[in-house]
């Protein structure tokens, strides 16, 4: 029990001072010179009697003051003999937590609902009522069980509104608890580095809504290519690259139909570019000045202006830089690695808000990564960067702040993983978005090397941490010094020999950590510690799995390994189409119109029916192709506001100015009928039929730097490529 110095009170001294002041009163009333003691104790007591009695003489003043007096060096005694005790605890309070009261706590009465920590702690995930975050630190050396006390239990539990990312090095968990998970109605998806032929496709495209989208994705891939601990010498060629790479990322997003829009377009157009000893345009120097010649943006285009950038430096230089590009990019030049990246078939925003939007499917996404090669580890870095943006914006802006449905990342080998750089601030917000990390390494060692300086932001923002046994020295030691001293009860004897010999024996109490760093180390294999915010470290049994109840539907158990079935064209899965609800319906419908990538197409059924897959493909494409357009047009209307009015005039008016040409007479069919839509070049390719011979010599004019008003005279699919090459020549 801890006592405290008392500090005084000056009510209760003056009432003291008042009781003691007359107190002496009352005594000298009663006392006479040469009185015995008892018949002074007789009179005090008569005067007791009659305390309001006068009883004033010659010594009254004096027996208050002797009274006062003493009453004073009463007080002084009192308050300067007080001190500060803790019994018990003078060194420190450190002692471990029973586990079972500890799970009274914590637990939810859903077993299912609950987090297995160990053999005896469960915490529930309703971390609101817990006031913990929910994240989670594991740390155990090769060998201690992370995965097979810690990651697979919890995938065992299923929770009834909890979906799962998990890093799976190797592949092992998901063959042993995918089948589970599927057959207890989890959507399983994969994206496997170990054996891409079997991976789900992913399409960082997909994820895009604006033009910062862009910089963040082309920011993770090359903080996640560059070699760690690599410094360039000048961050100019790495400044440069990111210029180079935003052109053609925002040409691929913002005019490649949406088929198209993949790395392997990337690949395509980085081969376009060429700096060439006589100064020829390269292909993509074309593809460039025909996008600023027919876009309403025209030079204010992203891609046309970043490209413009980068391209007024000397040949050399931009020569270096594409070629910097191309080496980043190598990796890419692999068929299973376009395939996997050539489509979209994760729909990440349903990990966090169901399939559809029904707040009720759960989806179990697993990250395949080889343990022995990390090259395109930069993939899941990728994916992980998105996947937050991804989720964060679903929660902020379609879920009133809070995704419907928990999402726990599971970051086994946290070590190898490419994360978002600001994963530390992610770790400290995502708590009130519903989402939760267990965060899993070998030791402390590897936290020190990947994050510097700022490693201990990570256990911060952890408010659980386990560890399971290792063998690593810095670990030992911030685990005993987390664990923290108490204090224990010393005894000492003593004795001396000889003629006049003597004994004795002391007791005494001391400090002493609660497991020293040696102890740390020969923690038990059957052992982990816990510690939680707010709580005592706790020492409890690894949780067993063999007695779960699910335990029989893994792999490990008597369920069959799973084995992933990727969509094809030769292996379709389930029917080519799915039966919206009257919710998923409306959920989309919400979407469209907060101007997501969401099509709408009305048809009757005898129409869908009938439908052949080319035709389906070219309806929507085409769909897709001018709703998207039709979107960017509005979202960029504000930087035409900001264009010359030289640069929005059109370049025929001002050539025919300058010159006194007159534009040719148009040559097309008098049997087409004048387009209802804005006459533009980009409008005709999208509307009309033309050849790609009729679309290159097109592009070649307006390289030539021919206007487009003259262009558009002669530009109809009717009109032979030759004739149109005759046009061009005669400008």
Request: aromatic share 10%; charged share 25%; net charge neutral.
């Amino acid at each position: 029990m801890q006592t405290t110095k008392k500090k005084p009170s000056l009510i209760f001294i003056l009432v003291g001072a008042v009781l003691a002041g007359y107190l002496g009163y009352l005594i000298n009333g009663a006392w006479i010179e040469g009185i015995a003691f008892n018949e002074f104790m007789d009179r005090f007591n008569e005067v007791c009697a009659v305390p309001f009695a006068n009883y004033y003489n010659s010594n009254t003043v004096k027996a208050v003051a002797i009274a006062l007096g003493i009453y004073a060096m009463a007080i002084v005694m009192y308050y300067t003999s007080q001190r500060n005790y803790m019994p018990g605890k003078e060194f420190g309070t450190a002692r471990f937590e029973n586990p079972k009261q500890v799970n009274k706590i914590l637990a939810d009465k859903d077993e299912n609902f609950n987090r297995i920590l160990s053999q005896n702690v469960k915490m529930s995930l309703d971390f609101r009522r817990l006031k913990l975050n929910g994240n989670i630190l594991i740390c155990g050396g090769s060998g201690a069980g992370k995965t097979f006390y810690e990651v697979k239990p919890n995938l065992m539990q299923m929770p009834h509104n909890c979906s799962f990312i998990c890093t799976d090095p190797k592949g092992e968990i998901l063959r042993s608890c995918g089948q589970m998970l599927k057959n207890n109605g989890y959507n399983v998806k994969v994206i496997n580095l170990l054996e891409m032929d079997k991976s789900d496709c992913y399409n960082p495209f997909s994820y895009i809504r604006e033009e910062t989208d862009v910089v963040k994705l082309i920011t993770n891939l090359i903080s996640n290519t560059t070699p760690k601990g690599a410094t360039p010498s000048d961050p100019f060629w790495e400044k440069a690259e990111g210029l180079f790479l935003q052109s053609i990322f925002y040409y691929v997003w913002l005019e490649v139909q949406p088929a198209k829009r993949n790395f392997e377009t990337v690949l395509k157009l980085l081969g376009e570019a060429e700096v060439t000893e006589q100064g020829k345009a390269s292909k993509l120097d074309v593809r460039m000045k025909f996008l600023e010649e027919s876009s309403p943006l025209g030079a204010n285009h992203p891609a046309v202006k970043q490209y413009n950038k980068c391209m007024r430096g000397a040949g050399d230089t931009v020569r270096s830089i594409i070629i910097s590009a191309n080496s980043r990019l190598a990796f890419l030049e692999n068929k299973q690695v376009l395939r996997l990246l050539s489509k979209d078939e994760l729909n990440l925003s349903d990990i966090g808000i169901g399939v559809n939007g029904d707040g009720e499917t759960k989806t179990a996404l697993f990250c395949v990564i080889p343990d022995s090669d990390k090259s395109y580890n930069f993939i899941i870095g990728m994916l992980y960067t998105q996947i937050f943006q991804e989720l964060y914006y679903q929660a902020d802006f379609n879920c009133g702040g809070r995704l419907p449905i928990h999402v726990t990342f599971m970051l086994d080998e946290f070590a190898n993983v490419a994360l978002p750089d600001d994963f530390c601030s992610l770790l400290s917000t995502m708590r009130s978005r519903e989402i939760s990390s267990i965060i899993i390494i070998q030791n402390f060692a590897q936290l020190k090397a990947l994050f510097k300086d700022t490693w201990e932001t990570i256990p911060g923002n952890c408010d659980t941490f386990i560890y399971l046994g290792g063998n690593e020295q810095s670990t030992h030691k911030y685990v005993s010094e987390l664990l923290g001293k108490g204090t224990i009860d010393k005894k000492s004897s003593g004795e001396t020999k000889g003629r006049q010999g003597s004994s004795s024996r002391n007791y005494d109490v001391l400090g002493r950590e609660l497991f020293t760093p040696d102890e740390v180390r020969k923690l038990d294999n059957k052992k982990c510690i816990i510690f939680i915010r707010g709580f005592d470290p706790i020492m409890d049994n690894k949780f067993i799995p063999f007695n779960h109840p699910m335990f029989n539907q893994t792999a490990d158990g008597k369920g069959e390994p799973y084995v992933h079935q990727i969509r094809g064209a030769d292996n379709l899965i389930g029917p080519p189409f799915e039966i919206l609800s009257d919710k998923a319906v409306k959920y989309y419908e919400k979407l469209k119109d907060k101007g997501e990538n969401v099509y709408i197409d009305t048809l009757t059924y005898e129409q869908f029916m009938m439908l052949g897959d080319a035709e389906l493909s070219r309806r929507f494409s085409m769909q897709d192709e001018a709703e998207q357009k039709a979107k960017i047009d509005r979202e960029q209307a504000n930087e035409l506001e900001y264009v010359d009015e030289s640069q929005k005039s059109d370049a025929a008016d001002s050539a025919n100015a300058s010159n006194g040409s007159t534009v040719a007479k148009p040559v097309r069919n008098p049997e087409r009928e004048k387009p209802k839509w804005e006459d533009t070049i980009t409008n005709r390719m999208l509307h009309w039929s033309y050849t790609p011979e009729q679309k290159e010599e097109v592009k070649k004019a307006l390289a030539a730097g021919v206007p487009k008003a003259t262009i558009l005279t002669y530009f109809y699919p009717e009109v032979t490529v030759e004739r149109m090459s005759s046009y061009r020549k005669k400008q």
